[in-house]
Structure formats: C-alpha cells, structure tokens
C-alpha cells in the first residue's frame, strides 16, 4: 500500500531541508496522524522527527543573550518530540530494518545525551550505532551516523576524523548509486558532512570536488548554488 504522503512528501521535505524550513517539518509531524498511517508514511514521518529533534537541540539561542526562559522552552519543545520519537521508533520497531531501528534509537539516546548529560544515555547512543553498522554495513543512515560519531568523539573515545571520512565516503557511494535515496533529505545530509569532515582536516581540494558533485546532484536547491 503506498501512503498519501509518499513521494509529494519526500520532495516538499527535501525542499524544506535544503531552505532551512523547519516549520514545514514541524507541521508534518504535527499533522500526522500516527495511528492511520501504513508503514511507509510512518518511515517518513519518523525520519523526519530523526532530523527535526536534532534541529531544535542545535537551533541557535533567540532573542537575549542570556535568555533563560527562552532556553527552558526549547529545551521543553526538544524534550516533547523527542518523546515523540522514541514512541514512534518502538511503535516501528516491527517493520524497521534492524540496521534503522537501531540508527534511530542511538540518535534518540544522543539527544537524550545532549538535553540531560547523563552519561548512561552516551554509552547506549554508542552500543545501538555499532549495533546498527553490525545489523547492516550498507545501510547509508547507519554508516552516516557512525561517521558522525568517529568525526566528533574525542580520540580517547576511539574518535578518528580519518575513520570518519572513510565511513562517510562509504555511505555516499551507496546514496549515490541507490535511487532509493533520491528524494530523501538524509543523502545530501551526508553530502553535507563529508564536505566539512574534508575542510575539517584541510583537504580543500576534495571538498571543492564534493561541493561540486553536490551542486550537480541539486542544481535548483538554494544551499547548492
């Protein structure tokens, strides 16, 4: 059964992603009705509040520079969907490719981690993101995520901005190659990162290589041009 919201949705997401419109995300999660979704729409849904969560922890502070009512809203708003999420990532579970339900469920332990800074939340976001490299090594979100994880953990952590590039050039040969992906906002994502992992270490000209393979893949979007 293919769901109302596949296809236009991807593509309106995407857009979105790519104008740094998080409203519209906001309104696909909140206009879902989680319950009468198929299966499909619900992967849809759920991606998105894998991205939208991590959006409202990484959203820049408003207003005063000290605003500490400010702070505890978005921390309230982050704290409200990431509930949300992890409900949906264990309402999911059934269908959920094992390699996916555990690259979400470490990204909602890393939230957790990043809202709280309660230590166990890091140690389980870890266990669940080499849980989902092992379940699959060719599912792009998990080897995305790992990336991520190698790029930014510290080295006594087992951190490796050179591992981190090679994950990252793993998950993209696949995005590149599997049309699957096309439309979702995960593959330029990972574009994204791999171009900042290379400016990260200096290597200015594969970065300027990425960045131009990125503007060909989407010439029309506003962050290629």
């Known amino acids: 059964m293919i769901g109302k919201l596949l296809v236009i949705s991807l593509l309106s997401l995407l857009e979105a992603y790519f104008n740094g419109d998080m409203p519209t995300w906001q309104a696909a999660i909140d206009n879902a009705q989680w319950e009468t979704l198929c299966n499909e729409d619900k992967t849809i849904i759920l991606n998105t509040e894998y991205g939208f969560v991590a959006s409202l922890i990484d959203e820049a502070p408003t207003g005063a520079k000290h605003d500490a009512k400010g702070k505890e809203e978005r921390k309230a708003k982050a704290e ?3 509930d949300t999420f992890v409900n949906h990532i264990e309402d999911a579970k059934s269908f959920l490719p094992d390699s996916r339900y555990c690259t979400y469920r470490s990204a909602a332990y890393a939230y957790e981690f990043m809202i709280s800074k309660k230590l166990t939340a890091g140690i389980k976001s870890f266990q669940f993101c080499k849980d989902a490299v092992e379940a699959d090594p060719n599912d792009p979100f998990a080897l995305a995520l790992a990336a991520n ?9 087992g951190g490796s901005k050179k591992k981190a590039i090679e994950t990252f050039e793993q998950a993209r040969e696949i995005l590149l190659t599997d049309p699957q992906y096309d439309l979702w906002w995960n593959k330029p994502a990972t574009l994204f990162s791999l171009i900042m992992c290379y400016q990260a270490i200096g290597d200015e000209k594969t970065a300027k290589a990425r960045e131009e393979e990125l503007r060909a893949l989407y010439p029309n979007l506003p962050y290629a041009k």
Do not use: C, E, N
């Open 80 to 82: 409200k969907y990431l």
């Open 149 to 157: 994880v190698d790029f930014y953990a510290p080295k006594i952590l």
